[in-house]
């Protein structure tokens, strides 16, 4: 029996709770799919902040280096401890040590749960730069403070950064239904984004059985709106991938299905496995947070893993759940009742 050591960072707010039902449903999958996973816990959070002065400890990264998996439920409480404290400490130096440069955001109606829009029959895939751009953080305040102040914050894309991710999103339509849309606004930023352009167009031509479309951020928007049925697969820079997952996330019903990856995609380092919604502190500690996202994200890194079978039966379950009105609105059931729905429908699959 193969066994899969996870690092588990619960976080703040709703986090712990979610993260709960995640790991109780991945181990009855393994225990139905004949494989074990242990798991170690680590309290790095906000809270950790607080009390340490940092989100996580000196020699954390090679501490998570040793596992097969991370899981993640979520981190952020912005009354104690500042965002781009609490982004900057912990969620992105995973993110980057770890080169887990491909977020992975599906975009789907799960059946019984009912969207803001009129369409119902989208299935987008996100992929989301995740280590560069944007994000790199580079850049400075000076004269802070006084009128003068300045603030610079540089985008840096390289093209090595650019073709790995887009590589990436062409091989993932070759596994679905063959588009790809990559998404910029290089009619303003006449340098990154015409980059990102003409490495799309060099990219393509290795791929001449998917098709692919250039098109503006702004215009993207609109389109997930109105047509999300003519998506498929989604690559975008960091920034505008962050924006576009979050409007994704309200199609489908909102942020409570919303499942993610980080992954390295060369396997030299553990991936990253987290729900999208954040930590929620408004109901934290009241027992309603909607778990599904955090199962879907496990689901996620069960397939990651190569357990395939245990992956789709969670999906399986899930949906089962869903379809009875299960976790389908925001705090018509609890927690624990929501994840007893779906241990239930896993334990039918059996």
Same mark, same amino acid.
């Given at each position: ?10 976080? =703040?707010?709703? %986090?712990? =709770?979610?993260?709960?039902? $995640? ?9 139905? !799919?004949?494989? #074990? ?30 596992? +097969? ?13 500042? =965002?781009? &404290?609490?982004? !900057?400490?912990l969620l ?9 440069? $491909? ?8 059946? /019984? ?9 989208? +299935? ?8 560069? %751009?944007?994000?790199?953080? $580079?850049? /400075? ?14 985008? &840096? ?15 993932? $339509?070759?596994?679905?239904?063959? !588009? ?33 479309t250039l098109? !503006? ?8 709106v109105m ?56 109901? #934290? ?9 955090? &199962? ?11 357990? &395939?079978?245990? #992956? ?23 927690? =624990? ?14």
């Amino acid at each position: 029996m193969h066994t899969y050591n996870l690092a588990v960072i619960p976080g =703040d707010g709703i %986090g712990g =709770d979610v993260t709960a039902a $995640a790991m109780a449903v991945v181990v009855a999958a393994a225990k139905q !799919h004949g494989f #074990a996973v242990t798991s170690q816990q680590f309290d790095w959070s906000c809270a950790h902040y607080l009390e340490t002065g940092k989100m996580m400890p000196e020699g954390a990264i090679e501490t998570l280096r040793a596992f +097969d998996a991370i899981y993640l439920g979520c981190v952020g409480w912005p009354e104690t401890v500042p =965002d781009a &404290i609490s982004l !900057h400490g912990l969620l992105l130096p995973i993110r980057k040590a770890f080169n887990q440069y $491909a977020n992975i955001r599906p975009h789907r109606l799960l059946p /019984g749960v009912e969207g803001p829009l009129k369409a119902a029959a989208f +299935d987008i895939l996100c992929i989301r730069e995740n280590t560069e %751009g944007e994000y790199s953080g $580079a850049g /400075g305040r000076a004269h802070r403070g006084m009128a003068n102040e300045v603030a610079v914050e540089t985008a &840096i894309f390289t093209r090595a950064g650019i073709e790995r991710i887009l590589r990436f999103a062409f091989e993932q $339509a070759r596994a679905r239904r063959g !588009h790809v849309t990559s998404v910029t606004k290089s009619n303003a930023q006449k340098h990154s984004m015409v980059f990102w352009d003409e490495m799309t167009r060099q990219v393509a031509q290795d791929y001449p059985d998917v098709t692919v479309t250039l098109t !503006h951020v702004d215009a993207m928007a609109a389109r997930m709106v109105m047509a999300p049925e003519s998506l498929d697969v989604v690559v975008a820079s960091n920034l505008f991938g962050d924006i576009l997952t979050d409007l994704g996330a309200a199609i489908q019903g909102g942020l409570g299905f919303a499942a993610s990856a980080n992954i390295c995609p060369d396997r030299s380092s553990p991936s990253m496995f987290e729900p999208v919604h954040g930590s929620a502190p408004d109901i #934290a500690g009241r027992g309603i947070a909607n778990p599904i996202a955090a &199962i879907w994200s496990a689901a996620m890194m069960l397939d990651h893993l190569g357990e &395939i079978a245990a #992956a789709n039966a969670i999906m399986t379950a899930t949906e089962a759940a869903t379809g009875q009105g299960i976790g389908t609105r925001p705090g018509q059931q609890s927690t =624990d009742d929501i994840t007893t729905a779906i241990l239930t429908a896993l334990e039918t699959l059996a």
